[in-house]
């Protein structure tokens, strides 16, 4: 009885894989999607809003004014791009907001739907526009490639054998919320923080490039800051963003083989 229940059970989890499958952006990567979209965005919404309600906003209005000055910019090479590869459809419901909070952390994050908040302890190694450009489009791409979706997704059929997100949501909102917060990079505040597989990583700099490059900042400059962040990685206590991004010489080394791609986008006119 057991047995064909685990049985039940696994052909469940396989049929839930094969019906919910989606395609990376750029990469045409096949990805487990079991989540509807319209239940992220709505989840990220109300994440979102709960954030910033218990977080402090900068009141440096110069460093508020560049993180939505560079989101902005950012928002709409993503917007061009997906137009260009008639996949606009893909970004439908997104409400695009950058939100600059004050806080020692060295972290910067983007759930579903384009809600980005950057974290002031970041700005010391981001040190400019371009740096920050390459954080935020770095963060971006993760949501564009619905890499959060995907985390949430494994995370769901590891603990809970691919229930349904709404009975899970229902039974455990406690452990559906913690599955959230650290699959898009907020680990710290439930306590694990899982880094973004390496796959996932590639990807967010292969994207990110793009779109740092057509909102006009150098990408050669997203080298300089990765080698920065690497720096930090001896620290007593390694920044919150290095724990989800682990930077290594492959890493920085793939970056460096991707420039010429992401420097034809950087050339042309806007
Ligand atoms: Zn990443």
């Given at each position: 009885m057991k047995a064909s229940r685990n049985c039940i059970r696994i052909v469940g989890a396989l049929f839930l894989f094969l019906v919910s499958c989606s395609t990376v952006p750029i990469t045409g990567r096949t990805q487990l999607d079991l989540i509807p979209g319209s239940t992220m965005l709505a989840m990220s919404f109300q994440e979102y809003n709960e954030f910033l309600k218990s977080h402090k906003l900068s009141t440096n209005p110069e460093q508020t004014q560049m993180v939505k000055r560079v989101g902005e910019r950012i928002q709409r090479a993503v917007e061009q791009y997906f137009a260009q590869n008639q996949s606009s459809h893909e970004l439908d419901g997104y409400g695009w907001e950058f939100n600059l909070v004050e806080s020692d952390e060295v972290n910067a994050w983007c759930m579903s739907g384009g809600k980005v908040v950057v974290y002031t302890g970041i700005l010391a190694i981001t040190q400019n526009e371009a740096g920050l450009a390459t954080v935020m489009g770095h963060e971006i791409a993760h949501a564009v490639a619905k890499h959060g979706n995907e985390r949430m997704s494994q995370g769901l059929l590891a603990?809970?054998?691919?229930?349904?997100l709404s009975v899970a949501l229902a039974q455990k909102p406690q452990q559906t919320r913690g599955l959230w917060m650290t699959a898009f990079g907020l680990g710290a505040e439930v306590g694990v923080l899982l880094p973004y597989s390496r796959l996932q990583e590639t990807e967010a700099d292969h994207l990110g490039l793009i779109f740092m490059a057509m909102a006009g900042y150098d990408p050669n400059k997203a080298v300089d800051f990765w080698q920065r962040m690497s720096e930090k990685k001896g620290a007593k206590s390694p920044p919150e963003f290095l724990s989800t991004h682990p930077t290594d010489e492959t890493r920085i080394r793939k970056i460096k083989a991707l420039l010429p791609e992401a420097m034809q986008y950087y050339a042309r006119p806007r």
């Amino acid at each position: 009885m057991k047995a064909s229940r685990n049985c039940i059970r696994i052909v469940g989890a396989l049929f839930l894989f094969l019906v919910s499958c989606s395609t990376v952006p750029i990469t045409g990567r096949t990805q487990l999607d079991l989540i509807p979209g319209s239940t992220m965005l709505a989840m990220s919404f109300q994440e979102y809003n709960e954030f910033l309600k218990s977080h402090k906003l900068s009141t440096n209005p110069e460093q508020t004014q560049m993180v939505k000055r560079v989101g902005e910019r950012i928002q709409r090479a993503v917007e061009q791009y997906f137009a260009q590869n008639q996949s606009s459809h893909e970004l439908d419901g997104y409400g695009w907001e950058f939100n600059l909070v004050e806080s020692d952390e060295v972290n910067a994050w983007c759930m579903s739907g384009g809600k980005v908040v950057v974290y002031t302890g970041i700005l010391a190694i981001t040190q400019n526009e371009a740096g920050l450009a390459t954080v935020m489009g770095h963060e971006i791409a993760h949501a564009v490639a619905k890499h959060g979706n995907e985390r949430m997704s494994q995370g769901l059929l590891a603990q809970m054998g691919g229930t349904a997100l709404s009975v899970a949501l229902a039974q455990k909102p406690q452990q559906t919320r913690g599955l959230w917060m650290t699959a898009f990079g907020l680990g710290a505040e439930v306590g694990v923080l899982l880094p973004y597989s390496r796959l996932q990583e590639t990807e967010a700099d292969h994207l990110g490039l793009i779109f740092m490059a057509m909102a006009g900042y150098d990408p050669n400059k997203a080298v300089d800051f990765w080698q920065r962040m690497s720096e930090k990685k001896g620290a007593k206590s390694p920044p919150e963003f290095l724990s989800t991004h682990p930077t290594d010489e492959t890493r920085i080394r793939k970056i460096k083989a991707l420039l010429p791609e992401a420097m034809q986008y950087y050339a042309r006119p806007r």
